[in-house]
């Protein structure tokens, strides 16, 4: 049991490096479904993809040359995270990404980051945590971003598709890390 555990968390922190030496960054998005009375009923969990267009702009806020008013305060849901035909398997976000690939028109789709579900776990961690109600939505989700302030894109996500339709009821929660990890 023990020795499971040693080579999974061997393995995590082995992926974790390598997606920050390549990015710059560690990040994790859980996508958990619920149906009506709360209860899970499917839970995804995978790496984002901070975007081209994100990694620069957040390069240029550290090293001053670009103003420091950006800020990532929005996050948006799509549909456009799954081939036709394939609802359960996302399409991989790309480097060249610049937000959804099919927005949702709903109002609920696309919301301003509130402070309360924004946390730092650590001093090198920024946790946001959303939840998405079929009422607000009616339609079915599979792709995610995050924005700047001014709707320029920083990281996107896609996952399998989840209902969220008003007639079924139940909600998505989101949880997005990104952490900047040191690896040398």
Known sequence: M???KIIKDIFTTR?????VATHGYASNVKVIARNTQGK?????????RIVATGRIRDTNI???????NLSITKIKVGKGG??????FNPIPPSDTDEGLATPIASAGASRTIQSSEKSKPSATTIRYDFIFQATNINDYVNEAVLTFN?????????FPSQPLLADYGGSIEIIWEISNVNVG
Do not use: M
């Open 2 to 4: 023990k020795l499971n």
């Open 15 to 19: 992926q974790k490096k390598a997606v």
């Open 40 to 48: 899970i009923v499917s839970c995804y969990e995978g790496h984002n």
């Open 62 to 68: 550290l090293y001053g040359s670009q103003t420091t």
């Open 82 to 87: 799954t081939p036709a035909g394939d609802p």
């Open 150 to 158: 001014d709707d320029v894109c920083f990281a996107r996500h896609t």
